[in-house]
């Protein structure tokens, strides 16, 4: 049974009579799609629900209007999008209005409490899909690998801390065993540490 924390949409089509004798049977209408859930936003309970898709809406309330108070309508929260993420403005009851990123309320929902240290990973890279099946809490490191996996660590010479070339990055490789790292921190005009960097694999893995 639906716990009384979530919503969920209306049922399916019902399926098609039986056909009569003599007759075909009319062909089955397609399976209608899961409907989308809602649960309230933790902390915000009352005041906002959240779905498992991602979407955000009000619920009917009491607000005041000027010696007294009317009744304002739920309705859908139209966000926008801040730094590469979903977010929405959240606010009520004499709480300052303030900015949430949808895919914290989804996992919050969702997922439960977010483990201390812990990052709100999404599977397939993209952070403009907040639906809760593509939600993970992971490690920081995880995180990290996501990222490198799906494309969007800027690396080698697109990294804006970059003090080499691809082609300088394998030149100094070539030269780790030969020659010491000052040398060839020298050769390339960088310090050691950009060196040292290189040799322990930290740095510039993806050439040579």
Known sequence: MTGANERRGASGVAPPEAAQAGHQAPASPAAPSRPESWRAVPGWEGLYEVSDLGGVRSLGRWARAGHGSRWSAGRPIRGSVSEGY??????????????????????????????????????????????????RYDSPKANADDTARHGRRPIGEQHHGARLTATQAAEAKAALGTMTLGR?????????STINAIRQGRTWRHVG
Not at 184 to 192: M, Q
């Open 86 to 135: 979903p977010s929405v403005m959240l606010s009520g009851e004499g709480r300052r209005a303030i900015r949430r990123r949808v895919h914290v309320l989804v996992a919050a929902a969702f997922i439960g409490p977010r483990p201390p240290g812990m990052h709100i990973c999404h599977a397939d890279g993209d952070r403009l899909n907040p639906a809760a099946a593509n939600l």
């Open 184 to 192: 060839i921190a020298a050769k390339l005009g960088v310090s050691i």
